[in-house]
T-cell receptor, first 111, second 118 residues
Framework: QKEVEQDPGPLSVPEGAIVSLNCTYSNSAFQYFMWYRQYSRKGPELLMY????GNKEDGRFTAQVDKSSKYISLFIRDSQPSDSATYLCAMSFSSASKIIFGSGTRLSIRP | SAVISQKPSRDICQRGTSLTIQCQVD?????MFWYRQQPGQSLTLIATANQGSEATYESGFVIDKFPISRPNLTFSTLTVSNMSPEDSSIYLC???????????????FGQGTRLTVV
């Protein structure tokens, strides 16, 4: 079993839709949870970061962590064509430990 | 934040040859990381490069295949040696900013090197 599982997609939704991206993980010791966005031919960039359980909101983006279910989500409201990218979940045990990445979900927002 | 320049951005290479990828950071960093990103696969850490010491390789990766240099605090190279088509992938250089406590760690990446081995 992989440490971090993420549906690779591709996921295609119309502009304005709410997008839900998800990851599951197997190790309950993970404490730091991140979402990276990667545009084509670019390196990943940190989008959202959450420590332990709970929700975090930043503009149109909301990150949720449910440690009891070992499940994390990223919601995108009012999706825009510029949100089309690959989204990678990532997590680590501590602030200094190795970051474990999911395989990424390719998202396409149709105008 | 850190700005990372990586080159080449892409290359097509013959099997059996080697390719050296360069990574330049705009600030001094202790550790630099090299990742491989294969289609549909997770971003996989190859090795951690510390200035002044041997690189630390992850399970499944060896120095003979992926030699790394780290001559100073702003530069590193990764060589993919004796390439085969299975080495076709995106290779990414990364540095991390550890904020401490609940601040976590943010990874910064170069734009990647897209390698195709024919």
């Amino acid at each position: 079993q992989k440490e971090v599982e993420q549906d690779p997609g591709p996921l295609s939704v119309p502009e304005g839709a709410i997008v839900s991206l998800n990851c599951t993980y197997s190790n309950s010791a993970f404490q730091y949870f991140m979402w990276y966005r990667q545009y084509s031919r670019k390196g990943p960039e940190l989008l959202m970061y959450t420590y332990s359980s709970g929700n975090k909101e930043d503009g149109r983006f909301t990150a949720q962590v449910d440690k009891s279910s070992k499940y994390i989500s990223l919601f995108i409201r009012d999706s825009q064509p510029s949100d089309s990218a690959t989204y990678l979940c990532a997590m680590s045990f501590s602030s200094a430990s190795k970051i474990i990445f999911g395989s990424g979900t390719r998202l396409s927002i149709r105008p | 934040s850190a700005v990372i320049s990586q080159k080449p951005s892409r290359d097509i290479c013959q099997r059996g040859t080697s390719l050296t990828i360069q990574c330049q950071v705009d600030s001094q960093v202790t550790m630099m990381f090299w990742y491989r990103q294969q289609p549909g696969q997770s971003l996989t850490l190859i090795a951690t490069a510390n200035q002044g010491s041997e690189a630390t390789y992850e399970s499944g990766f060896v120095i003979d295949k992926f030699p790394i240099s780290r001559p100073n605090l702003t530069f590193s190279t990764l060589t993919v040696s004796n390439m085969s088509p299975e080495d076709s992938s995106i290779y990414l250089c990364s540095v991390e900013d550890t904020k401490g406590g609940s601040g976590g760690t943010e990874a910064f990446f170069g734009q990647g090197t897209r390698l195709t081995v024919v």
